[in-house]
């Protein structure tokens, strides 16, 4: 684990599919973007304006915050600086637990609120994060997790299909060609739609225009390759479409609050 001024990025020693982030005394802004994991996670010091689901919220000391996989969201120091913990979990180890806890196969919308401040969460939170730090409480992170989980997505709904078949026929020639600048003309008609029609649509189903969609997979596709592997970042920047490195590292830090470079060096440490 290595440290940025006030960040710090790792995986749990206990439970390698947590991910921890701990920010002290940060002034860092994020900007829309989304994350292919859940995580939660609650604010330490300061407030800070979050903005999830058509949503503004100022929030501070002791609320929780939580966001499921998609969901577009940002969260900025309403003035000075701020501290918080987030955790990334798994979407296919928390998808199981909760059809664990609800029943069925069917998959659900595992948080269905975005804030949440309840009475005791603040504590179970900081045991949960202590145990997710040693490398011998396997087990009590485990239970621990699960047991504040359970109350947060207990009420969930079960996730609603696309709207319209050729908006998901959009969004996958996107996925399919992220080193490509594509033409709004041509995501329009594998869509079906004009172009206005796509815009619309688009950002009702997935919380983005299709050009914003682009540059947050291609970001989401970076840290999954700046954490498996060597590679060159300029090699990575033309390789996911951008124009050149400082492109990427630009788009990059203003979604993660680190350069590429910064986040590599957390996982190259680990």
Known sequence: MRENPSQVL?????????ELRQADRSSACYQQHTHDEFSFGVIDQGHTLYRNRGRSQRIGVGSMVTVNPGEVHSCNPAAGLWSYRMLFLNANWLGELQREVLGGSQDYQCFPGATHVQAGAAGQFDQLFASLLDAGAALAAETQLIELLQPLFSAGSPVAPPQHPGVQQARDMIMDQLDTNLQLDTLARVAGLNRYQLIRSFKREFGQAPHAFQLDARIKRARAE???????????????????????QRHFKVRTALTPGQYRAFYRAA
């Open 10 to 18: 790792q995986r749990s020693p206990a439970l390698p599919l947590v």
């Open 226 to 248: 700046l954490r498996r592997a060597e590679c060159s970042l300029n090699g990575l920047a033309l390789d996911l479409g951008f124009a050149d490195q400082a492109h990427f």
